[in-house]
């Protein structure tokens, strides 16, 4: 008997077995954590039938709050073992990996909630002339049957940042995790199963990420694409999609201001804390810091006094704030990006070192926006920090990318934090707090190349939702 899970697809409320599987690997200890199935064509179009089917029977929004509610409790209870799935399969220290499903707990909860909240408006056609006499409202309808493709670094709240919303406002879900860390989606489906989900309402597909997203994409019975990852896939899906819903949350090089006024001990804080939790491999993790001229060292002092603290090491141990990248060919591409910089002219002030795929924390100065480090996404724990004088200037070079995520900025400057809020070109602008601040009833989602769409429970059953209008003429 095998000392690891061994999952099926899970289409129809059933586990099916399929004769291909990959295994998935423990991040840390390098052993094999799961064995999961791989779709081919015919069980991706089955669970697009059968995810159909199932919008035909009815699923009222009390039966929807119950079984979300349901399933937020079941989740609660079987907190550890997620925590340690996470934990295996992410390389994500245990006390995070914790913190991701008492946040995903709340997704749920608060997608429950929002099912029963799902309301159109009075509009008053009786305005118009010759049409006294007539009444209209409109109501939201469910999209139909949508594909959540999702990525490796926050497997289980980004899952529920999907699964949940699309359920409560009636839709059918494929979900398609990533392959690197999918065991949290399918224990949740799981979940689903227990809870009492009526079948086809939520199916998973695991395997080859592009062959399964090219399925998706081909059948006309999909009728919207919510993805979570890189901008390349996000492109490509926004490409084929053709008329059909796309939401698309992607990457971002987020940047944080520590303005001359601020508490500089609060942004060192924070800061330090926010550019490497998760190694760095978080969508809006810090990754561009401009500090004001006259903080300048006073700050890189603190951040490096704080950042030299976090501990290194095992993800299973409580004491562990950073564990290994997701694989050692991310932390090869991260240790070339700023060994390049340093190259290039950037001051190493902390870090630097690789061993396998652990890339410790890193803090870069006398950076240029030209080097990789500043201008792509690096996904990984490295900070790089450049200095303003003027403020149009700092706006200027946080403005000067891509990506538009979110951004962040220590000030007591209510004037400077209003001119910010204008002018700064994100979905999303933090003050007294990094970049990388969220909470998941919040609207999240970007601008430029970060993506379209918001998610946040409420705001993305609006984008699962069509508004229908309803005349009455009496
Ligand atoms: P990725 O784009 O490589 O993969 C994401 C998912 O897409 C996986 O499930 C993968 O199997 C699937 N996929 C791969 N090729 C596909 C294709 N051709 N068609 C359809 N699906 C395909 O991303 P990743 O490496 O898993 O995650 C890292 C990226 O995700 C980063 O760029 C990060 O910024 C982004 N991200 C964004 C947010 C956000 O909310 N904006 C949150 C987390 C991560």
């Known amino acids: 008997m095998s000392s690891h899970p061994v999952y099926g697809l899970f289409i129809d409320g059933e586990w099916i077995p399929t004769d291909s599987t990959m295994t998935v690997l423990d991040k840390f200890k390098g052993t094999t954590a799961a064995e999961i199935a791989v779709a081919g064509r015919e069980h991706v179009d089955r669970a697009v039938d059968r995810a159909a089917a199932a919008l035909k029977r ?5 039966e929807r709050y119950r079984v979300l509610a349901k399933v937020a409790e079941l989740l609660q209870e079987k907190r550890e073992a997620f925590a340690l799935t996470l934990a295996a399969e992410v390389g994500k220290p245990i006390r995070e990996s ?12 608060v997608s429950a909630e929002e099912a029963k909240r799902i309301r159109g408006e009075g509009v008053p056609v009786e305005a118009a002339a010759g049409s006294e ?23 289980l709240n980004l899952v529920c940042h999907k699964v949940c919303p699309a359920i409560a406002a009636g839709n059918s879900v ?16 799981e979940l689903f199963r227990e809870a009492g989900l009526p ?6 597909v695991t395997g080859d990420g592009p062959a399964i997203g090219s399925w998706l994409l081909d059948n006309p019975q999909v009728r919207m694409f919510s993805f ?21 949350e992607l990457g971002n090089n987020s940047a944080t201001i520590v303005h001359r006024d601020c508490d500089l001990d609060l942004a ?6 926010k550019s490497f939790n998760n190694s760095g491999q978080v969508c809006i993790s810090v990754q561009r810091v401009y500090v004001h001229e006259d903080v300048r060292d006073a700050f890189v002092r603190k951040l490096a006094d704080r950042a030299a603290k976090l501990v290194v090491g095992d993800p299973y141990e409580e004491r562990t704030d950073i564990g290994p990248m997701i694989s050692e060919k991310e932390a090869q591409r991260v240790e070339a990006w700023v060994n390049e910089a340093i190259a290039e002219g950037a001051e190493l002030v902390l870090g630097g070192k690789r061993d396998g795929a652990f890339y ?4 870069l100065t006398r950076v240029k926006p030209s080097m990789k480090v500043c201008s792509r996404e690096v996904f990984g724990p490295v900070v790089s920090i450049d200095t303003y004088t003027e403020e149009d200037e700092v706006i200027a070079k946080v403005n000067d990318s891509e990506y538009g995520l979110q951004a962040g900025l220590f000030t007591n400057d209510l004037r400077f934090a209003m001119k910010a809020a204008r002018e700064i070109e994100v979905g999303g602008l933090i003050v007294n707090d990094a970049s990388s601040y969220r909470v998941d009833h919040m609207p999240y989602g970007g601008v430029k190349n970060s993506g379209t769409g918001k998610e946040g429970p409420a705001y993305a059953i609006k984008e699962m939702t069509e508004e229908k209008l309803i005349v009455l003429n009496l």
Do not use: C
């Open 228 to 248: 979570t990852g890189s901008v390349r896939v996000g492109q490509s899906i926004r490409e084929r999609a053709g008329i059909r819903k796309v939401a698309l």
């Open 133 to 155: 006499n007539r009444m209209a409202f409109t109501i939201r309808v469910p999209v139909g049957v949508i594909a959540a493709i999702t990525p490796f670094n926050v497997p």
């Open 174 to 189: 494929v979900l398609k995790p990533s392959e690197v860390t999918p065991s949290v989606a399918l224990m949740l489906a």
């Open 268 to 273: 060192a804080e924070m800061i330090a804390w």
């Open 199 to 204: 079948n086809g309402r939520l199916n998973v």
């Open 58 to 62: 009815p699923f009222p929004p009390y």
């Open 98 to 109: 914790r913190g991701e499903v008492d946040r995903a707990v709340q997704t749920i909860l």
């Open 360 to 363: 410790t924390p890193t803090i």
